[in-house]
């Protein structure tokens, strides 16, 4: 069965600081993964997604992450945060868009 | 183009009552699944329609239902309500199945008491 591991539950970083959130997924073939943004309260926002092609992608708001097969790992990363980006942060591997399987989540905090 | 809407927005029931929600799907997706959210169990996937069909339905009891209608407008009911069924439930819905990214709603916010 498909899973996901967001190791961090919670990650705090000064804002200008550069941010990496881990995520480790099971799957038994080439997966589609995804990272999503969630602000209390919200539904939840696509920040990126991998299918095939180049390990590593680009997605809104500057993020960017890193697929390695070898490591069964889709880790999300920013150079630079803002206060804004403060929020929780799931990590998804789906065989599709519509079923979904998702990490617990990290919750990120930015300080001033 | 207008996104995911949902209604209501929160809801508060009682045991043992049924609820219906429900979630319109951006104009020309066809696809729409559903999610619930807690703190204890994060996000849980329910079940997924695609041209009116359920195409794949998770872990849940019986009183977990869904349909979609020929609009792509879709509703979740919960019947016999239990305290645990308290939750965010959330819709997605996508343009295709295979491999196409999933547009989320706000949720509805559930409460059951």
């Known amino acids: 069965a498909q899973s996901v591991t967001q190791p961090d539950i919670h990650i705090t970083v000064s804002e200008g600081a550069s941010l990496e959130l881990r995520c480790n997924y099971s799957?038994?073939?080439?997966?589609?993964l995804f990272w999503y943004v969630q602000s209390p309260g919200q539904g939840l926002q696509l920040l990126l997604k991998?299918?095939?092609?180049?390990?590593l992608v680009q997605g809104i708001k500057g993020f960017e992450a890193e697929f390695k097969r070898s490591q069964s790992s889709f880790n999300l990363r920013k150079p630079s945060v803002h206060w804004s980006d403060a929020a929780e942060y799931f990590c998804?591997?789906?065989?599709?868009?519509?079923?979904?399987?998702f990490g617990d989540g990290t919750t990120l905090t930015v300080k001033p | 183009k207008a996104g995911v809407t949902q209604t209501p927005r929160y809801l508060i029931k009682t045991r043992g009552q049924q609820v219906t929600l429900s979630c319109s799907p951006i104009?020309?997706?066809?696809?729409v699944s559903w999610y619930q959210q807690t703190p204890g169990q994060g996000l849980q996937f329910l079940f997924e329609?695609?041209?009116?069909?359920?195409?794949n339905k998770g872990n849940f009891p019986g009183r977990f239902s869904g349909r979609q209608f020929s609009n792509s407008r879709s509703e979740m009911n919960v019947s016999t309500l239990e305290l645990g069924d308290s939750a965010l439930y959330l819709c997605?819905?996508?343009?295709?199945?295979?491999?196409?990214?999933?547009?989320f709603g706000p949720g509805t916010r559930l409460t059951v008491t």
């Open positions: 799957y038994g073939a080439t997966p589609y």
């Open positions: 329609y695609f041209s009116e069909t359920q195409r």
């Open positions: 104009s020309g997706h066809r696809s």
């Open positions: 991998y299918f095939s092609g180049d390990t």
């Open positions: 998804a591997v789906g065989e599709r868009a519509g079923k979904s399987t």
């Open positions: 997605a819905s996508s343009l295709r199945v295979e491999g196409d990214e999933q547009y």
